[in-house]
């Protein structure tokens, strides 16, 4: 292991054992629960980007392109709130290599957070006292691409293979930037692929992961595709600043089926340790 990735790992095994052992000095489970805005993505500085891993149907024989990169340009940040935002881009394509075509579909690329492991185990996010994802994102590439684009959230749950996952819905057509709140309660429950016939509930108390998925395959979209991130947390109702997208026809998105979206090798890629 890396002198640079030890000392991160050390960093973390602190940062757990001071916040529980904060925790227990503070009696927090005797306190009302902590409602305040909590931020799950964001980059603090250049190196940050390092904290999370890419992906995309070339890695397999496909032929799209993907990029992930911390972005300061002054032009495109400009409406952010932050001088440092994170730049999602690449190719869509639909094509895969020509000893791969009926064997393997193409068109994917996704993104995730690397998992946290400490000495005492792994780092995870309890948001299992807030009500929806605030995203703040800017659309760009092509607007063909505009509603294949998921959200993907991994707790530490029995199943592995447990993928929670939301299609996301911008309002923006211009290239700037909006918030999008999505209902953590309306997030699928996916498997391998294919969405799980019986429902159950987030485990809120232990979110392990964050991603974006831009899935072409699934609606035949190609192109470049151009997402840029600021930030996402976990809010509350005070905090919702516009209506929040449901499973539901409603005045600010489009409704949204239950049906599978995730392709096993997106999900592959997102239960993945590296």
């Known amino acids: 292991m890396a002198l640079s990735n030890f000392g991160i790992y050390l960093q973390r095994s602190t940062k757990l054992l001071r916040d529980n052992s904060v925790k227990i000095l503070r009696m927090e489970g005797a306190n009302m629960p902590n409602h305040a805005p909590m931020t799950l993505l964001s980059l603090q500085n250049r190196e940050d980007i390092s904290h999370f891993a890419s992906g995309c149907d070339a890695d397999i024989g496909g032929t799209s392109s993907v990029r992930l990169d911390a972005d300061e340009d002054a032009e495109r940040n400009a409406g952010s709130g932050s001088p440092l935002t994170m730049r999602f881009w690449g190719e869509m394509n639909l094509t895969v290599k020509p000893q791969l075509q009926g064997r393997i579909r193409g068109g994917y690329a996704g993104f995730r957070s690397k ?46 293979t447990d993928l929670w996952q939301h299609r996301l819905y911008f309002q923006r057509n211009d290239g700037g930037w909006e918030d999008i709140f999505i209902p953590l309660e309306n997030f699928v429950l996916t498997n391998t692929g294919e969405m799980v016939s019986e429902q159950i509930e987030m485990l809120r108390e232990r979110v392990r992961t964050i991603g974006i998925s831009l899935l072409g395959g699934n609606s035949g979209v190609s192109g470049p595709y151009d997402l840029g991130i600021a930030s996402v947390r976990a809010v509350n109702e005070e905090d919702v600043t516009k209506p929040p997208c449901m499973f539901a026809t409603t005045s600010s998105c489009t409704p949204v089926t239950h049906q599978s979206v995730v392709e096993k090798d997106v999900q592959n890629f997102h239960r993945s340790s590296v």
């Open 115 to 160: 998992p946290r492991p400490t000495l005492f185990g792994e780092l995870t996010d309890d948001v299992s006292n807030h009500k929806y994802l605030a995203l703040r994102m800017r659309l760009g590439g092509s607007p063909r691409t505009r509603n294949s684009y998921f959200v993907n959230l991994q707790t530490d749950g029995p199943i592995t």
